[in-house]
């Protein structure tokens, strides 16, 4: 994790330089904003992967002679199939269609929201997936 943390770093001082050369050449404050903005969330972004790679301990990844399958192993639980994010997809969709056709179609998109929402929320307290 130690060089992802500096690799943000890095790439944020770039995208400062960047954004401080792109300001003053162009003086265009739309972009200029935009790479502020980006600036602020690598070095966020590189903050905390430096200050957790302090925390615990070195990966394969930090090892210059680590092999590819040092890293190998469980990386964690995943959920099986589910169909909430397709009701989100849609829900979403038609709510942002409703802004651009108009307000009433909000109507019928807030409830898939809400169906997907609690659902995805709620996905391992009942059914097949429910946690003994």
Known sequence: MKI???MFIWLS?????????YGVWSK????TT???????????????LAFTAKRVDAMA???KEADVADEAGEL???????WQPLSLAVGGALAFLSIAMGWWIMY??????LVGLWGWVFEFYRGENQNQ
């Open 4 to 6: 992802q943390g500096k």
């Open 108 to 113: 019928f998109s807030a409830p898939l929201i």
């Open 61 to 63: 990844q930090d090892d």
């Open 13 to 21: 001082v770039f995208i400062l330089a960047m954004a401080i050369l």
């Open 76 to 82: 964690g639980f995943f959920a099986p199939h589910s």
């Open 34 to 48: 935009a790479l502020f903005l980006a600036f602020g969330l690598s070095i966020m972004i590189g903050y905390y």
């Open 28 to 31: 265009e404050p739309v972009g």
